[in-house]
């Protein structure tokens, strides 16, 4: 019968979409992820510069190295690891050049050396000028040796605290990872619990609140359709209760008769006639109400309904089948999002047990112990050693500035050397701060355009596709990850409403999908087309109900007030039992006539029934939807959380660890470009002393020969007294004049 497939389409439809009345409160709170941010006191200045330069050399990669870094995180194939690389780091030509700056000075080291070592053994091939020397480049390079020792030293105290902060992040690296995957996996615990908790909550009360809908839906539709069709008071009239109210009036109608006759006075009263016709018609009537019950076609419709409502229990039966099915379907999907998600932590865990194994032999390793003791090593003593070669320096200059002949003039030796043992150290320490600056080279190229892009160009690349609604006849929602990382920056924003979710499920999506509309319009129109039942009764128990009626009245108009006090009472009994008879047999007669008439318009009762039921399941349906996804867009799953890890993800790796990084080259080029100017100044301050040396070697020579004329000269003169004593004692022998 097409009323069974009216009954069936409801139950159905209501089975499969409407949700329960509110389901309870599930708690919609997200953990908060704390900021990561790591703080490294005074020197957070100095890594936040020496980072600014390195990223700042990073030129913005092109939609092919975004294309290729996004292959590789996804494991596409369309690049590999070195062409990454080569993309990211090697193609920055900033960079490049920056890194080539240290080989210049290397290579300008190299040549000063070698230059100096010529020009030191040709020095004594030069011919010598005496000159005086000035005071005021010996101030001037006192100064610069000073200043030189400030910013070595700085240089030496800024590695050793980056050295200590890089190395304290190396030790407790699985900490902030840990950290980072404890959260990790306490938003998406929380999440998928927040979305079992909505599924499961609402779930349960849909199918609580259906099955208690499909437990009274015969009752509401055939009932319905029985009490306005007037079936159901024709059948539940009181038949029995009719006959014995009959009787009643009947007693009481002999009980009169014989108060009459023994009434002188009222023994003619014509109450006396009409009881005899009243006893015929009440007997009739009571008998009638008995015959009804047998009627063929009121047995027709009773059987055609109780077929009917037999079906409907038997498909209510299928349909509480089809819960236990449909909520076993959901509770299979809630599993396998659950499942999805402890996949995700499971993979999550054996990273982090592979990071800890490396960890683990990395750290415990006696090679990563050597590392730190040799760097220090490597760097600290050229440092220092600069710092003391500028010390000595500025020493011989002031030594120098007191006293020109003291013993500041025999350190020019010493300070020759300690420009040739700088040149070295200057030479290694640029070396190796370039090895470090392409760590903090690679470090950039890979912050700035993972974790440091705001606009998340790299992650607008990356799309994730989610099937739509079974039977949506919609285009698959295609998840734009950047899109998502964008829309959770609000606090508000829930995961539903980041990755679109209208277009994977909404109640636009699930009305076209149902075209509820229609088909109803298509269940009506198959009512419409069945055949009325029909029903009829003697004509018969109309008439005894107007003669039962016209008795009632003309009983009521009889003057018993002669009669005696029996008659009276006997009279008004009879008069309040014969209401009642005429009261039961209108019901009975009217419940005939409006089967009757309404049994040849029962299709239309049929629709109305249906079109009553089916919108209230379709504002059930409507409410339902409008509150699961209301929840859905506004409490369950916010994903600000999961740009929050992200964020810590980019401080651990790129200020955590990359902060260090940038420190430490720049902290080394620090100390190797200085000590390369103070090996210049070693050399000069050596060229200023040996000016001075030569000075006094001249004044001593220029003393020497003057010593030397006066002494000849004196010779001469007592070689020219002696002369004279000979020739007067010549003369005297010989009696000659000198002359």
């Known amino acids: 019968m097409i009323r069974l497939k009216i009954v069936n389409f409801i139950v159905l439809c209501c089975l499969a979409f409407t949700s329960a009345q509110q389901p309870p409160q599930c708690d919609d709170q997200m953990p908060n992820v704390g900021s990561m941010k790591p703080s490294f006191g005074g020197i957070d200045a100095f890594y936040s510069m020496s980072k600014g330069i390195s990223d700042g050399l990073q030129s913005t990669p092109d939609s ?35 890194w080539s700056v240290g080989f210049v000075l290397v290579l300008a080291a190299l040549v000063l050396g070698v230059a100096t070592a010529i020009w030191q053994s040709c020095y004594s091939c030069v011919p010598k000028e005496s000159s005086s020397r000035s005071k005021i480049p ?42 980072i995957t404890s959260d990790l996996k306490n938003v998406l615990n929380t999440g998928s619990n927040q979305l079992s908790c909505q599924v499961n909550t609402t779930t349960t009360a849909v199918f609580s609140n259906t099955t208690q809908l499909l437990n009274g839906y015969s009752d509401a539709v055939v009932g319905g359709t029985s009490d306005q069709v007037g079936l159901t008071a024709v059948n539940n009239f009181p038949a029995k209760e009719y006959e014995k109210k009959n009787t009643d009036t009947i007693n009481s109608a002999d009980a009169l008769g014989a108060a009459l006759n023994s009434d002188s006075v009222c023994k003619g009263n014509p109450l006396a006639n009409q009881i005899p016709l009243v006893k015929d018609e009440l007997n009739s009537l009571s008998a009638a109400a008995e015959e009804i019950r ?79 003791i040799v760097l220090r090593i ?29 013993i500041a003039v025999k350190l020019a030796t010493w300070v020759l050397v300690a420009f040739y043992i700088s040149i070295i150290l200057s030479i290694i320490l640029l070396l190796v701060s370039s090895l470090a600056f392409v760590f903090g080279w690679f470090m950039s190229a890979m912050c700035v355009p993972i974790f440091e892009d705001p606009d998340y160009h790299l992650f607008h690349l990356m799309n994730q596709t989610i099937e739509p609604q079974t039977g949506s006849n919609l285009p698959p929602d295609v998840v734009n990850i950047g899109g998502v990382l964008t829309s959770c920056q609000d606090s508000d924003t829930t995961i539903y409403n980041a990755i679109n ?87 009975f007669i009217g419940n005939l ?63 955590r660890f990359g902060k260090p990084i940038q420190g430490l080259w720049a902290s080394i080029g620090l100390c190797g470009v200085v000590l390369f100017f103070i090996s210049i100044l070693l050399l000069l301050t050596y060229r200023w002393l040996k000016t001075g040396e030569d000075n006094n070697r001249s004044k001593a020579s220029n003393t020497k020969k003057s010593r030397n004329s006066q002494e000849e000269t004196n010779g001469n003169r007592r070689l020219g007294k002696k002369k004279s004593q000979n020739d007067e004692s010549m003369a005297d022998s010989t009696g000659e004049s000198p002359e």
């Open 501 to 587: 979710g209208s277009n994977i499920i909404s109640a636009d999506s699930i009305s076209k999908q149902l075209n509820m509309q229609a088909r109803r319009d298509d269940v009506n129109k198959q009512i419409m087309e069945q055949k009325n039942e029909t029903f009829s009764y003697p004509q018969d128990y109309i008439g005894w109900q107007n003669l039962l009626n016209t008795q009632l009245e003309a009983a009521q108009k009889v003057d018993t007030s002669p009669c005696s006090s029996n008659v009276r009472n006997a009279y008004d009994v009879y008069i309040s039992n014969l209401k009642v008879s005429a009261n039961y047999t209108s019901i």
């Open 138 to 179: 010996g101030y001037i390079y006192a100064f610069l040796l000073f200043t030189t020792f400030a910013l070595t030293l700085t240089g030496t105290i800024l590695f050793n605290i980056t050295e200590t902060n890089l190395v304290d992040s190396v030790d407790n690296a699985v900490v902030y990872t840990t950290q």
């Open 64 to 98: 092919k190295t975004y294309n290729d870094l996004n292959d590789v995180i996804f494991a596409r194939g369309g690049a590999t690891y070195n062409q990454v690389i080569k993309d990211m780091v090697v193609n920055q030509i900033g960079a490049i050049i920056f």
């Open 294 to 372: 047998v009627n063929q076609q009121l047995v027709g419709i009773n059987q055609e309904v109780a077929t009917i409502k037999g079906k409907i229990n038997d498909q209510t039966k299928q349909a509480s089948n089809g819960i236990t099915n449909s909520q076993k379907t959901i509770s299979d999907t809630v599993q396998r999002i659950s499942n999805m998600l402890d996949n995700i932590q499971s993979d999550v865990d054996n990273a982090m047990n592979s990071v800890q194994s490396a960890h683990r032999d990395v750290v415990n390793s006696g090679g990563y112990s050597a590392v730190q």
């Open 378 to 406: 490597v760097v600290t003593i050229p440092a220092v050693l600069g710092c003391l070669f500028s010390l000595f320096a500025l020493v011989a200059i002031l030594l120098s500035l007191k006293n020109q002949d003291g």
């Open 593 to 655: 006539q409006t089967l009757s008439q309404n049994a040849q318009i029962m299709t239309t009762i049929a629709q109305a029934q249906n079109n009553e039921q089916f919108d209230k399941g379709d504002a059930y349906i409507n409410s339902s939807i409008t509150d699961l996804l209301t929840s859905l867009n506004t409490n369950v799953f916010k994903c600000r959380p999961l740009v929050d890890i992200y964020n810590n993800g980019g401080f651990v790796m790129c200020e």
